[in-house]
């Protein structure tokens, strides 16, 4: 066997023995995994805040509309106007018409930041809000790291999903709706 095959053997068997022994003080160190897109498609905190946000985009959507409308009708007028008026109404109407045309482009602009502001604050609270859990899961079942598991290249079988251990304290923490049954019974 040749020193570059004998080298190359010795570097496999290593790293096969690397990842059969548990590391030193294993015992004390846990790895644990979360899979964010699961939380996000599951956690109805997280659907709620969307569903909120999906609804307030197709508001602005309506008001753009409504605004446009209302600018089209504007030009259609100074088109229409157009033989009649004279040149000083004529550039008077297109002035008026190029402001709001104007100030409905800053308009669509500031609803699109602030849609985006509450979207980035929505991720921000639930990363949060996970984070929170996290901590309480890592602290009473001795974890050492959580990492999202679609950033893992690998794990082996003494990593743990503590996906449905977050997704059940989200839950307890998210504010309980009132069932309409018990509302009813209370009557």
């Given at each position: 066997?040749?020193?570059?095959?004998?080298?190359?053997?010795?570097?496999?068997?290593?790293?096969?023995?690397?990842?059969?022994?548990?590391?030193?003080?294993?015992?004390?160190?846990?790895?644990g995994?979360?899979?964010?897109?699961r939380?996000?498609?599951?956690?109805?905190?997280?659907?709620?805040?969307?569903?909120?946000?999906?609804?307030?985009?197709?508001?602005?959507?309506?008001?753009?509309?409504?605004?446009?409308?209302d600018?089209?009708?504007?030009?259609?007028?100074?088109?229409?106007?157009?033989?009649?008026?004279?040149d000083?109404?004529?550039?008077?109407?297109?002035?008026?018409?190029?402001?709001?045309?104007?100030?409905?482009?800053?308009?669509?602009?500031?609803?699109?930041?602030?849609?985006?502001?509450?979207?980035?604050?929505?991720?921000k609270?639930?990363?949060?809000?996970?984070?929170?859990?996290?901590?309480?899961?890592?602290?009473?079942?001795?974890?050492?790291?959580?990492?999202?598991?679609?950033?893992?290249?690998?794990?082996d079988?003494?990593?743990?999903?503590?996906?449905?251990?977050?997704?059940?304290?989200?839950?307890?923490?998210?504010?309980?709706?009132?069932?309409?049954?018990?509302?009813?019974?209370?009557e």
């Amino acid at each position: 066997m040749g020193i570059r095959t004998g080298a190359s053997a010795l570097a496999v068997m290593l790293l096969a023995g690397c990842a059969a022994a548990p590391p030193v003080g294993a015992k004390d160190f846990r790895i644990g995994y979360i899979d964010v897109p699961r939380i996000l498609e599951e956690y109805q905190g997280f659907k709620d805040a969307q569903s909120d946000l999906e609804k307030a985009r197709k508001a602005r959507e309506e008001e753009f509309g409504r605004r446009y409308e209302d600018l089209q009708k504007l030009q259609r007028e100074l088109l229409s106007q157009d033989k009649i008026l004279t040149d000083a109404k004529k550039k008077t109407k297109a002035e008026e018409l190029r402001k709001k045309s104007q100030e409905l482009e800053e308009w669509r602009m500031t609803q699109s930041k602030e849609l985006q502001e509450r979207q980035e604050g929505l991720v921000k609270r639930l990363e949060a809000d996970v984070r929170k859990v996290l901590e309480k899961v890592c602290e009473s079942e001795g974890f050492s790291f959580v990492v999202r598991r679609d950033l893992l290249l690998y794990m082996d079988r003494n990593s743990v999903d503590l996906t449905d251990r977050v997704l059940t304290e989200l839950r307890k923490q998210a504010p309980k709706e009132k069932e309409p049954e018990k509302e009813k019974k209370a009557e």
